[in-house]
């Protein structure tokens, strides 16, 4: 039986895979950036979002469409963010 369960258990999603049910299913909060970072050619963004009083910081790195446009993405701007309603740490920007 241990066999079976294995062979059943769903794969964790992939990263592309969890933003894109975030968000097409998550519901939005606004966010601020805090800071950038490049890592290994990567741009990397720090956010921060409040929900029910609770602060979430998060880290994401950017996609292609998202670098395109830098400003968008500058500390101290405004995002939106995508969350999961069950899992709040969970977290996308849009």
């Not at 097409?24 to 950036?33: A, D, K, L, N, Y």
């Not at 290994?40 to 979430?56: H, K, M, Q, R």
């Not at 998202?66 to 995002?79: E, F, H, I, S, W």
Request: proline content about 4%; overall charge positive; hydrophobic content about 30%.
């Amino acid at each position: 039986m241990a066999i079976l369960d294995k062979l059943r258990r769903k794969k964790p999603p992939t990263d592309a895979e969890r933003r894109a049910h975030l968000r097409r299913h998550g519901r939005i909060t606004e966010g601020v950036i805090l800071e950038n970072e490049l890592r290994a050619g990567d741009e990397i963004v720090f956010y921060l979002y409040t929900l029910n009083g609770v602060d979430f910081e998060s880290s994401e790195r950017l996609d292609d469409s998202q670098r395109g446009d830098r400003l968008k993405y500058a500390p101290g701007q405004r995002v939106n963010v995508r969350f999961n309603p069950k899992n709040q740490g969970d977290s996308t920007l849009e």
